[in-house]
């Protein structure tokens, strides 16, 4: 009798403490939850799962990514004025579509200083026509284009992407993960199509 009674009284011990087993990783989950959103808050650029998991101690990456979606649904729900979005490969806070024109109004003086319109022009087309050369670059926009071109890699907006085999191998050229982050978009997939627009017009600017 006394082995079976220690055995009932080890076996009741075993069901009260899985209950607090099972808080204490319901908290801590809570706490990984809300370091995860401190970083997405405090980040003006998307931050990759596998990275959100290194710096809140969450099991991995693929728990991290879970918690960024679960922080997606809270702010759906509550109808926040930001949620967060996955944008290059990562996870980032952003005030939603609806407010942009309100945002704007604060950035506006700041992006028109960041990129010019000939700078816009020669962008786009990168984006839409890469890999491509300058001379091809060129050739759409009709005036000379290697200022602009080294404007937008020191802006980290463009990179080299390897040569061309066309004779001199010139250089070619493509958007970066940067380029991504500026404009919002996951991939270069999500671009509006290239037949919602016309040919760009010449440049009134050289360079």
Request: proline fraction near 5%; aromatic fraction near 6%; hydrophobic fraction near 35%.
């Amino acid at each position: 009798m006394s082995d079976e009674g220690g055995a009932t009284n080890e076996a009741a011990a075993n069901e009260l403490r899985q209950p607090d087993a099972r808080v204490e990783d319901e908290g801590e989950r809570a706490r990984v939850k809300r370091i995860i959103e401190a970083l997405l808050f405090s980040s003006d650029r998307p931050i990759s799962s596998g990275r959100l998991a290194e710096l809140s101690g969450a099991a991995d990456g693929r728990q991290a990514r879970q918690i960024a979606r679960e922080l997606q649904q809270e702010y759906d729900r509550e109808e926040r004025a930001f949620g967060v979005e996955e944008i290059a490969g990562g996870f980032q806070l952003l005030s939603r579509a609806e407010f942009a024109p309100y945002v704007s109004r604060l950035h506006n003086r700041q992006r028109q200083e960041s990129l010019s319109k000939p700078a816009l022009e020669t962008l786009a087309i990168v984006a839409y026509r890469q890999p491509i050369t300058r001379a091809e670059v060129e050739d759409i926009r009709g005036v000379q284009s290697a200022h602009m071109l080294r404007a937008l890699v020191e802006k980290r907006l463009v990179k080299t992407a390897g040569r061309s085999k066309e004779l001199g191998r010139p250089l070619l050229y493509g958007t970066t993960r940067r380029f991504l982050e500026t404009f919002g978009l996951r991939s270069l997939a999500e671009l509006p199509k290239r037949e919602e627009f016309g040919q760009p017009p010449p440049s009134e600017e050289g360079g």
